[in-house]
């Protein structure tokens, strides 16, 4: 019954910003503020890469291609984690997963496409 659920995938051009949302429902799986959660992307043809993480308190890590240019936050009482994504350029193109880390659930993601 976990589940989460991605949203705020688009078009944009190169240097515009986007921002993603990621609606999660654990279910019997417990508390949504004690599971850190991941972001992660995949185009097609290629591997998952990891984004950048958020801990249970607000911390971030990020990738080197994500820093300086995303933003992970968490929203605990909505049960929302999200994706700020600015300087956007054509290589981030492609689909934008949410992952409750450590479990096996993910999002189905949504697609962000950077073209002028």
């Known amino acids: 019954q976990a589940q989460v659920v991605e949203s705020g995938g688009g078009l944009v051009k190169p240097g515009g910003s986007l921002r993603l949302s990621c609606a999660a429902s654990?279910?019997?799986?417990?508390?949504?503020?004690?599971?850190?959660m991941g972001w992660y992307r995949q185009a097609p043809g290629e591997q998952r890469e990891q984004v950048g993480t958020i801990t249970t308190d607000g911390r971030t890590f990020y990738e080197d291609f994500a820093k300086g240019r995303f933003t992970i936050s968490r929203d605990n009482a909505k049960k929302m984690v999200y994706l700020q994504m600015n300087s956007l350029v054509p290589e981030d193109t492609t689909k934008y997963l949410c992952?409750?880390?450590?479990?096996?659930?993910w999002g189905t993601g949504t697609q962000v496409t950077v073209s002028s």
């Open positions: 992952h409750v880390e450590y479990t096996s659930i």
């Open positions: 654990l279910g019997s799986l417990g508390s949504f503020s004690e599971y850190p």
